[in-house]
């Protein structure tokens, strides 16, 4: 199994690799639950919208315990990414996911006689996990630029205080910043992939499945938590 | 860079799908959390006003309950006073009638009495009126052949006279 994701076939100079098809069909997923907890909605509710109401109402409280009354901008940013990348790691439990094979137009001249699998793991690509991290971090320095305000903002980075000792902090600070992006993508790709390789050699051994299964609704859950909790970090007024 | 393309990094592919999660994010904000919290809310301002309504109802029953304890017992009082006072003028009844009974017995008894003892010294009256009589009768037959009329009327006056004075009980023996 090779790390890059493999392109099927190319849209005006878009390469659309298997892990795209996936992430569409998540978009599709989601776009029906949300279709169907909107048609069932009602003030009695049922099976679906408590289920639903239940997820929102955890991550809901759990946001407002840590980032107080921030909980209105942060939480639904932290449940947006919660349900994607859930429903994109839960996927590919779906049996034959992967075993479906793809035929490109020039599979036997890459070596790929047996053509490619269809469907991968949305996760299993870099590009989907970096552009997670991306908005994460991204989204988190927006509003603490636009609740603590710019000159706070940059002093968390800049500062002079301490005879200068704090210059160093800021600079460590700066850097803990930007391997950000480098945890937040690496530990998601690295779980996932991991977990569908070590599927791909167990052939499928439900023990084995159970417990990716597992790791997909971790990885989930601590990519949402994590983006709350740099999120309240830095939008915390005194530093 | 060669670790970029060992790891299937492109520019389109992350620009895809960091454009592809904010779609997503908005469309989860704007038609599932959104309703589902105003959902949450409306049902949290239903459920709090059910529970004060379920109060309120609760303390108008009890207030109910107290209102009706304090009907009956004040019922209770009055009905206790109303026997009470019942038994007491039955009672006061009672020895009025036992007492008028009483006189009015008396009052015949005495009447009864007093009639008796006017018939009775009537009768006296009259028994003695009869005797004199009888006896006047008597003596004038016997006497008529002895005396002479002078004599007679003497007599006859001496005996009226010890008539009248001795009593009819005397004359009668």
Known sequence: MQISPQVLFTIADFPVTNTVLVTLIVDIIIVLLIVAVNKMMSLRPGR????????????????????????????????????????????????????????????????????????????????????????????SHYYSIKYTGI???????????????????????????????????????????????????????FVMSAFEMFVGFIQAFVFAMLTMAFTTVLTEKSH | MEIFKIFGLEKSLLFFQIVNFLIVAFILKKFLYNPLMKMLDERKNKIDKGLKDAED??????????????????????????????????EETKEKLTAEAKNRSQQIIDEAKQKADAEFESMNKRIGEMSVEIAGKVVSQTLAGLFTDDEKLKITARALDRIKKGGYEKSAN
Request: aromatic share 14%; glycine share 6%; hydrophobic share 55%.
């Open chain 1, 48 to 139: 679906l919208q408590n289920a639903a109401e239940s997820v929102m109402n955890y991550f809901y409280s759990s946001t407002k315990d840590i980032a107080g009354d921030r909980v209105s901008f942060i939480y639904p940013w932290v449940l947006s990414f919660f349900i994607f990348i859930l429903i994109a790691n839960l996927i590919e439990f779906i049996p034959g996911f992967e075993s479906i094979r793809f035929f490109p137009h020039n599979a036997a001249a890459a070596g790929e006689e047996h053509g490619v699998p269809l469907f991968r793991a949305a996760a299993s690509d870099l590009n989907f996990t970096l552009a997670l991290a991306v908005i994460s971090v991204v989204m």
């Open chain 1, 151 to 205: 000159k706070s903002y940059i002093g968390r980075f800049v500062s002079l205080k301490m005879f200068g000792l704090f210059l160093l902090v800021g600079m460590i600070e700066l850097m803990s910043e930007f391997v950000k992006f480098i945890s937040f993508s690496f530990r998601l790709f690295g779980n996932i992939f991991a977990g569908d390789i070590a599927l791909g050699v167990t052939k499928y051994f």
């Open chain 2, 57 to 90: 109802a609760r303390i108008s029953l009890e207030n109910a309950a107290q209102e009706r304890q304090k009907i009956l017992s004040a019922a209770k009082a009055d009905a206790d006073a109303l026997a009470a006072s019942s038994k007491v003028s039955l």
